[in-house]
């Protein structure tokens, strides 16, 4: 954990502001004074003339008013509240992401659209519901500092192996439903492919909106209904996964993978450019799977059948939200891969 982030964070218990920091165990990285601004040369943890950060890696958090105890392990700030759940375990634990393959980049701009890199410049991001960490890479890549959010443990010691040699992002440990995070912190918060898995997506949607300042943004990106083949086999694949075993679960997506492997994804690769063809293969299920790593694509199928879909929402219901939480400039557009998705922006009066 990097000092400077004590300055966002609150109890998520009691929502107190003023925790006090106990450190263990730090550790020190190599940094270079063209990495800070000027106002950044007494930054907590940064010695720049000595071209070092320190940082914590073993320590605790704890609430001045309630009393609650946050602890900090492998340099990450464990800020669930004690009556809440870890979230469920990801398929991304193993992932190791490579931001260097354009594909990556490519969809985190496609997920963002209408933002572009230049808009992140020198913005403090909220990412609420990092997975693996590689849309809090690429903000962080386009000049934002980025609080990476998830509550699951997997996901976060992945997201923390993949961006924990950017200076600008820090991972947290934490829960969007009881934030640990101060009011109106953030110049953006996203959620990309959080908030139709949770019972009160709305009020989750609010949650984020109160972490934003007034003239900030709020994005969004949501499933929408599902409907022919699209339903009838994601319900029958979540159905034969509901019961199944941790081992026996990941072992029958490696199956579904090579199924995709085999029928979808080569096919699309090899004749999406052909004329008639083309137009037939962009029909095949998951097609556009086929510029990920095998391995992404099995732990891609593992969330989606470890972790319920419980709201698929429809444009105007995502154009509600944002008009009903009197956000200004709102435009909700369509993504249709496979199946139908949306994705949602607006300012914060």
Known sequence: MRYRLLQWLRCPTCEHEELSLQTVKTVTHATYRAQWADA??????????????????????????CGAIYPITDGIPRMLPRDSHEGAASGHRW???????????????????????????????????????????????????????????????????????????????????????????????????????????????GNLTELVKPGG????????????????????????????????????????????????????????????IGALVSHLPAHDHHQWPFEVVVADIYDRLRIPVTHYLTGEELEGWFAEGGFADIRVTRRVRNAESFRGIGTRR
């Open 40 to 65: 950044e040369d007494e930054a907590p943890g940064v010695h720049i003339d000595d071209r070092e950060v320190r940082e914590i890696v073993e320590g605790a958090l704890h609430c001045e008013d």
């Open 95 to 205: 992932t190791t992401f490579d931001g260097s393959l354009p594909e990556y980049e490519a969809n985190f701009l496609d997920m963002a659209a209408p933002l572009e890199p230049k808009d992140y410049l020198g913005k403090l991001v909220l990412d609420a519901g990092c997975g693996f960490g590689r849309h809090a890479f690429f903000a962080a890549r386009y000049g934002a500092e980025v609080v990476a959010l998830d509550n699951s443990a997997d996901a976060i010691a992945s997201a923390r192996d993949n961006t924990g040699h950017l200076n600008r992002v820090h991972v947290v440990h934490g829960d969007l439903r009881r934030s640990p995070f101060r009011a109106a912190a953030f110049d953006l918060a996203y959620s990309f492919g959080v908030l139709h898995h949770l019972d009160s997506p709305l009020e989750a949607f």
């Open 217 to 276: 943004n709020v994005q969004v990106w949501v499933y929408g209904p599902r409907a022919g083949s699209a339903a009838i086999v994601s319900g029958a694949l979540r159905g034969a996964a509901s019961n199944m075993e941790d081992e026996t679960l990941v072992k029958f997506c490696r199956g579904v993978a090579r199924g995709l492997r085999i029928f979808s994804h080569t096919p699309y690769r090899f004749m999406r450019h052909v004329p008639g």
